[in-house]
């Protein structure tokens, strides 16, 4: 079943603005990493962003390069929910946009590798006009 949950997807113009949110479906959180990723038509799964525990109990993000700048990934614990806020949006930012949450147990976490994460949600569609 699905355990993550993607939410707050839709339709923009370029230079638009959307927040997605990631929350667990019938559980909570016990991983270390939260990822996001996204698929664009004829193109394979890449990161997008990454927020995460691991290393201490300070969160650091991590973000592709061609997002840097534009999106912000944040975690609200009081909330249970990770958010990806993406401004400035591009036509080439069209994709599903997937969460992802690692096991918690892993021994050696590389928060930008899709392999890395053991959780995912069913992907929320962000289509962005030019």
């Known amino acids: 079943q699905v355990q993550l949950v993607e939410s707050g997807g839709g339709l923009v113009q370029a230079g638009g603005s959307l927040r997605l949110s990631c929350a667990p479906s019938?559980?909570?959180?016990?991983?270390?990493?939260m990822g996001w990723f996204r698929q664009a038509p004829g193109k394979e799964r890449e990161f997008v962003a990454a927020?995460?525990?691991?290393?201490?109990?300070?969160?650091?993000?991590v973000y592709a390069d061609s997002v840097k700048g534009r999106f912000t990934v944040s975690r609200d614990n009081a909330k249970n929910t990770v958010y990806l806020q993406m401004n400035s949006l591009k036509p080439e930012d069209t994709a599903i946009y997937y969460c992802a949450e690692d096991s918690g147990m892993s021994q050696d976490l590389h928060v930008g590798r899709a392999s890395s994460y053991y959780y995912w949600g069913q992907g929320t569609q962000v289509t962005v006009s030019s």
């Open positions: 019938g559980r909570t959180f016990s991983g270390y990493a």
């Open positions: 927020i995460s525990r691991k290393g201490g109990n300070a969160d650091y993000t």
